[in-house]
């Protein structure tokens, strides 16, 4: 008989990265040089950095996925130890560590770049999540072998999965019919459908409840037949890198402790919006006391 640990609040699978953030005046043009007026160096990646919001949010988290056996590798595991998360999940290797260039412009829009060479998802077998029960997991569709067969002993024992689809690819097509929460970009929606309420629909009926972030428009959301939005909290956005980590993250975490639902939504939002009023992804993750300071503020 297996005894499960239950150590682990929100554990999250997926992508981990390293973020090379520059902060340029505008967007460059064809041929053009230009000058950066701010760097920032650090982790990155959706499942990494919901892990390490989790972490900030006062909640046990634990990272599972591929780091090389680099200098970027080496940084990211270290910030992640120093936050808090749980690494014991973290594969090493020869493939090197994937990085991002994002270029972010004085309205907070970025632009991003990733480079990940011969690095390739680990194998279905490459952990062994046994003796675990994680009280929620999220999935960012990075490392498909390994989450789709976890995924569905998963819903066998009862255990909530989140799918952070930032995007339709491989990963996030296999995962979308075996989460039970589909959070998703308006981007990944209107692959899936030309209109938000058509992808709505349609992806209703892949999973039973289904989230679309619309950025500074706030969400809108489908779950047990009803429907419904939610503004997005009002902030000054300076680097909106990373925002969507944070949101997937504070959802999960609040899927684990069992918040009802448009608390659930209020919870992740603010998280997400807190993220965009700091330069780089990593720095923008709110703290446990940021976070609470304006989900009060919201309540008033």
């Not at 909530?160 to 930032?166: E, N, S």
């Not at 058509?198 to 047990?224: F, I, M, N, Y």
Request: glycine share 10%.
């Amino acid at each position: 008989m297996t005894v499960f640990s239950n150590d682990i609040d929100v554990l999250c699978i997926g992508h981990a990265s390293y973020d090379l953030v520059f902060s340029v005046p505008h967007h460059p043009a064809e041929d053009e040089k230009i000058f950066a007026q701010g760097f920032l160096g650090c982790g990155g990646g959706p499942a990494a950095n919901a892990a390490v919001t989790v972490a900030k949010l006062g909640f046990k988290a634990a990272f599972a996925g591929y780091l090389g056996h680099d200098l970027y590798g080496e940084r990211h595991r270290q910030e992640l130890i120093e936050q808090g998360v749980d690494t014991r999940f973290i594969v090493r290797g020869e493939a090197p560590t994937p990085l991002s260039a994002v270029l972010v412009k004085p309205d907070g829009k970025r632009a991003l770049i990733n480079y990940k060479s011969e690095t390739r998802p680990l194998a279905a077998n490459a952990l062994n999540f046994s003796g675990i029960a994680p009280g929620a997991v999220l999935l960012d569709g990075h490392e498909p072998r390994i989450s789709v067969a976890y995924c569905r002993e998963l819903r066998t024992r009862h255990i909530p999965t989140v799918l952070d689809a930032g995007s339709l690819h491989e990963g996030t097509e296999a995962l979308m019919g075996l989460v039970d929460y589909l959070v998703c970009s308006e981007k990944f929606a209107l692959q899936v459908a030309e209109t938000l309420d058509q992808a709505l629909h349609r992806l209703s009926e892949a999973a039973p409840a289904v989230v679309v972030t619309l950025s500074e428009r706030g969400l809108v959301w489908k779950k047990d037949g009803k429907t419904g939005a939610l503004p997005a909290f009002a902030v000054t956005s300076i680097d909106s890198t990373g925002a969507g980590d944070a949101f997937h993250g504070a959802f999960a975490a609040a899927v684990a402790t069992g918040r009802d639902w448009i608390a659930t939504l209020r919870y992740a939002s603010a998280a997400g919006a807190l993220c965009c009023t700091k330069m780089g992804a990593r720095p923008g993750l709110p703290s446990k006391e940021e976070h609470a300071a304006l989900l009060n503020e919201g309540a008033d």
